[in-house]
Structures are given as C-alpha cells and as structure tokens.
C-alpha cells in the first residue's frame, strides 16, 4: 500500500496494485464515509478527525470498495449460473440452485451452498481457472448439502457426480502453495516456475 502526499491528505491510493484516486473532504459527519465511482475514491471524514485516525482508514475502506466493485463485474459477465444448474441435476436427488455469485471477500474457502438460499458462492478467482475446475468445486459445494462432512460418503458421491475430482482438488492444493509461497521464493526457483509449460527451458538448460 502506498500513499502519495497531497495538501493535507495523499491525492492517491495504491491497493493491491490498483491506484485510485482520492479526493477527501471534511464534512458535518460522525464517521468516515467513502464511495468508489470508477478509480476515483470519494471520502467524507468528520471534521475534528485526525490526519492518522483518517490514513489508519483509508486502506480498508479502498480495498473493501474494490472488492465489492470488483465482484459486481465478475457476476455481470458469467454464465456460471447455467453450469451449477447442470451440475445440480447430476445429483441422484437433484438439488435447487436459484443463484450463483463470485465473491471477493471469501478467502477461507473456495465456494460454499447455502441450502436455506439454494445461493452457491465462490471465491471470484475461480473464474480464471480452467472451466473444470470452476465445476468440480461445484459439485463439491453441492454435495455438502448432502453430506456436511468430507466423510467417506461425500467424497463417493463427489466422485460419482463430477469424475475429475481428484485432479481439480490437487490443482487446487497447488495453487493454494503456491500463492502462498510465490513471495518466499528464490528469484532462480521462481523464474523456473514460468518456463514449466512446454519444456523448452528444461531442454535449454540440459543442452548448457
């Protein structure tokens, strides 16, 4: 996160990488309120408010807005809808999907179903995996409506209704080490990683 100082408060904001805008304005308010129009962020802070009350802020209330931002053009596009309501009728007791929304704030999970909603969530980075993976977790969050566990049970009918489970749950649990440990990486061990797709640098270095 980065600041860049304006006046008396910064002009800009980067989150995650995304700099917005920041155009702040003391006002008759109680709280620190903000809204995001495009890259732009609007903030009203109170007027007795501190410079580092109102900078201790401004990084949580950016990257929730984003977040939220970030999701509604992620729903906008999908047609992911269609493809839970096949996966639902795989199901020997067909289930009910009545909505499906990608989510920006889950990060314990990759997707939940609530069968009080019949509303399947999912973590909005699954939409840039490959198109089987986005389905088998799915199907797994649909079985929990049956089997609430990960019993011996769950994972026979994961497996009946969607085959390819254990390959996209492995690809999952690499992409989950490697996010996490992209950063801790060595630079040689890291630039490796980008050239193991084809061979050609594996060829490349056996040739040196």
């Not at 209330?61 to 996966?87: E, G, H, K, Y």
């Not at 929990?144 to 009946?160: D, Y």
Request: proline share 6%; hydrophobic share 40%.
């Amino acid at each position: 996160m980065l600041l860049h100082m304006r006046n008396e408060f910064p002009s800009s904001i980067t989150i995650d990488g995304i700099t917005l805008t920041l155009l702040i304005e003391r006002k008759s308010v109680k709280n620190i309120n903000a809204r995001l129009r495009d890259s732009v962020l609007h903030v009203s802070v109170p007027r007795q408010a501190s410079r580092t009350v109102v900078d201790n802020a401004l990084p949580d209330l950016a990257r929730r807005l984003l977040r939220r931002q970030r999701a509604r053009q992620v729903n906008d596009i999908t047609d992911v809808p269609a493809l839970a309501q096949q996966v639902a009728r795989r199901f020997p007791q067909p289930l009910d999907v009545a909505a499906v929304q990608f989510t920006t704030m889950q990060k314990a999970c990759w997707g939940s179903y609530s069968t009080r909603t019949h509303t399947i969530r999912l973590n909005a980075v699954l939409q840039l995996m490959p198109p089987w993976v986005l389905e088998a977790v799915i199907a797994h969050e649909l079985a929990h409506a049956i089997h609430p566990n990960h019993s011996p049970a769950f994972w026979e009918l994961l497996r009946q209704v969607y085959p390819d489970t254990d390959r996209a749950e492995a690809f999952l649990e690499g992409v989950s080490w490697l996010a996490r440990s992209w950063d801790t990486l060595p630079p040689i061990e890291r630039s490796q990683l980008l050239y193991t797709s084809d061979g050609s640098q594996e060829e490349a270095d056996d040739n040196d």
